[in-house]
T-cell receptor
Framework: KAGVTQTPRYLIKTRGQQVTLSCSPI?????VSWYQQTPGQGLQFLFE???????NKGNFPGRFSGRQFSNSRSEMNVSTLELGDSALYLC??????????????FGPGTRLTVL | AQTVTQSQPEMSVQEAETVTLSCTYD???????LFWYKQPPSRQMILVIR??????QNATENRFSVNFQKAAKSFSLKISDSQLGDAAMYFC????????????FGTGTRLQVFP
């Protein structure tokens, strides 16, 4: 079974540009979460989607947005990039069950560098 | 709000020895999960072990075990018979039991394993 895939793996942008990152969950998984990882702030939760609906949102400015498609693939968009947006962006997917535990599987991440 | 604290930025251990990584958390919820994740230099986040808050018994996965002290809100990871492949960043994480996949991570502990 293929794991969580993220594209692109590496990205270089300049300040002021916008960027779209993609995450394809494991087949059958309907929940996708996004995290930002930086040396200074560590791992921070961005948002969570389940069945195309945003279920939870972290404390990030409105420049960060996301969506989920009917096939569970998810995209996140960052507009008006700032130097501080340079980070590893991780995506995780899970197969939600009605109550109880469901394991999340992480993708390899997209390394975004803003110059 | 829930918080997770890892007070050991770096730890080291010799091969075949035992090491314990510390983690404390804060929450007012009664239903939650605690996790230890491993992030090797390749960056793929891997679940090491999980603990359900309602279970008194400490979780064990082969050489990995936890010491879950619910009243003290402490959740340490013990790695026995350490191997070179255990070298990685280890993150302690919290997840509410209420209809979310959102993970709250600690700042991580870098584990070095010496031959």
């Amino acid at each position: 079974k293929a794991g969580v895939t993220q594209t692109p793996r590496y990205l270089i942008k300049t300040r002021g540009q916008q960027v779209t990152l993609s995450c394809s969950p494991i087949s059958g998984h309907r929940s996708v979460s996004w995290y930002q990882q930086t040396p200074g702030q560590g791992l921070q939760f961005l948002f969570e989607y389940f069945s195309e609906t945003q279920r939870n949102k972290g404390n990030f400015p409105g420049r960060f947005s996301g969506r989920q498609f009917s096939n569970s693939r998810s995209e996140m968009n960052v507009s008006t990039l700032e130097l501080g947006d340079s980070a590893l962006y991780l995506c995780a997917s899970s197969l939600p069950t009605s109550g109880g535990y469901n394991e999340q599987f992480f993708g390899p991440g997209t390394r975004l560098t803003v110059l | 709000a829930q918080t997770v604290t890892q007070s050991q930025p770096e730890m080291s251990v010799q091969e075949a020895e035992t090491v314990t990584l510390s983690c404390t958390y804060d929450t007012s919820e009664s239903d939650y999960y605690l996790f230890w994740y491993k992030q090797p230099p390749s960056r793929q986040m891997i679940l090491v072990i999980r603990q359900e808050a309602y279970k008194q018994q400490n979780a064990t996965e082969n050489r990995f075990s936890v010491n879950f002290q619910k009243a003290a809100k402490s959740f340490s990871l013990k790695i026995s018979d350490s191997q070179l492949g255990d070298a990685a960043m280890y993150f302690c994480a919290y997840r509410s039991g209420y209809n979310t996949d959102k993970l709250i991570f600690g700042t991580g502990t870098r584990l070095q394993v010496f031959p």
